[in-house]
């Protein structure tokens, strides 16, 4: 990867840069109510006429000076132009308003991490998610998820789930073959690759292994689904070193899962996961690695995610370098027996083994 490597900006474009840093808060939250107000979206519906401030006034509940304040900042950020004191909408604002993907980012962003990231210094002197103190006393989030505020809930699931689903229809074939059917799914959230999976293949059968309150969502979905008789589940607090993963299965897959884990805390469960498998057994991991992105955006948006796992999620995980995350699965006795990149917008699927 060559995007991190050269520091290209002139003088001039790294000043620049700085002053964008410098008022990131405020660039972000005036996207969000350009957005959210519907400011964007008349501009969009305009077309190339675009509006004044005053036919604005007739189409969103917004006062003249709002408006206003929040075109004039739009114009500095590169979502709006202006000509004779009519506005138009840029490429940039339309992704803002349209892109599932931005969209995802930013409401991640606003309901989940916004008011938390304010205690990031001291969760990088501590090793603890301070900012989740915003939400509850949970020792991770992932402890209090079921008990978040709804639409915090909402945008934290619809971050996770949009990559995965992304994810899941381009992998699964790489995963179910070479005679898998059985297979233990650690960390399986809300039951979205279990579901996947018994869909694909009516042979497959899978066992959920995760919190008690995670399984909870899980068992409702696969209820309605009909899917209890081949999805079962198992609760555990994985972090518990004592407890042992059960045996008997064909792989174990992991998705999304272990990137919310310190490097030692990956170790520890790869080499109960060793234990628990057979020779002829894999364990199968898909993670998105930020050195592995085709494009800078994308190696940009997982650099960001890690400080979300810094400040709320647990306080000492992280979006991996790959380099760094294959250096645990061989400590814990595994070798890569595959890898696929490019799945889906970011991941990467390693096929693991025990070490002969």
Not at 35 to 42: A, C, D, E, V
Not at 267 to 277: G, Q, Y
């Amino acid at each position: 990867m060559d995007f991190f490597n050269k520091d290209t900006r002139t003088a001039l474009e790294a000043k620049t840069q700085a002053q964008w840093i410098a008022f990131g808060p405020v660039v972000f939250q005036v996207a969000r109510v350009l957005r959210n107000s519907g400011i964007l979206k008349s501009l969009e519906d305009s077309g190339i006429t675009g509006l004044t401030i005053e036919e604005l006034m007739n189409k969103v509940n917004l006062s003249r000076y709002g408006i206003r304040v929040l075109l004039e900042s739009g114009l500095g950020i590169g979502l709006v132009i202006v000509s004779h004191e009519r506005f138009r909408i840029t490429k940039t604002g339309s992704f803002i308003l349209n892109d599932p993907l931005t969209r995802t980012n930013m409401d991640f962003i606003h309901d989940v991490n916004y008011k938390g990231l304010f205690a990031l210094d001291k969760s990088i002197e501590s090793g603890k998610p301070e900012g989740l103190r915003e939400f509850g006393h949970w020792r991770t989030i992932y402890e209090g998820l079921s008990q978040l505020p709804s639409h915090v809930q909402k945008s934290w699931f619809g971050f996770d789930h949009f990559f995965s689903d992304t994810a899941f229809p381009a992998v699964i074939g790489h995963v179910y073959k070479n005679g898998i059917h059985n297979i233990l799914d650690i960390g399986g959230n809300t039951g979205q690759w279990a579901i996947f999976s018994a869909k694909f293949d009516p042979g497959i059968r899978v066992t959920i292994m995760d919190l008690p309150g995670q399984l909870e969502v899980a068992k409702k979905r696969i209820l309605e689904l009909g899917l209890s008789e081949r999805v079962s589940l198992l609760p555990a607090n994985i972090l518990d070193e004592n407890q042992p993963f059960p045996k008997g299965f064909d792989a174990i897959w992991m998705s999304q899962f272990l990137d919310c884990f310190s490097e030692r805390e990956i170790v520890s469960i790869l080499k109960r996961c060793h234990e628990a498998l057979s020779k002829d057994s894999y364990v199968l991991i898909l993670e998105a690695f930020w050195d592995l992105q085709r494009f800078e955006a994308a190696a940009f948006c997982l650099q960001q995610t890690s400080i979300y796992f810094t400040a709320m999620a647990n306080g000492n995980s992280q979006m991996y370098d790959s380099r760094v995350f294959i250096d645990c699965i061989r400590e814990a006795g595994f070798d890569i027996a595959e890898q696929v990149n490019n799945i889906g917008l970011s991941h990467t699927l390693l096929k693991c083994k025990k070490r002969t």
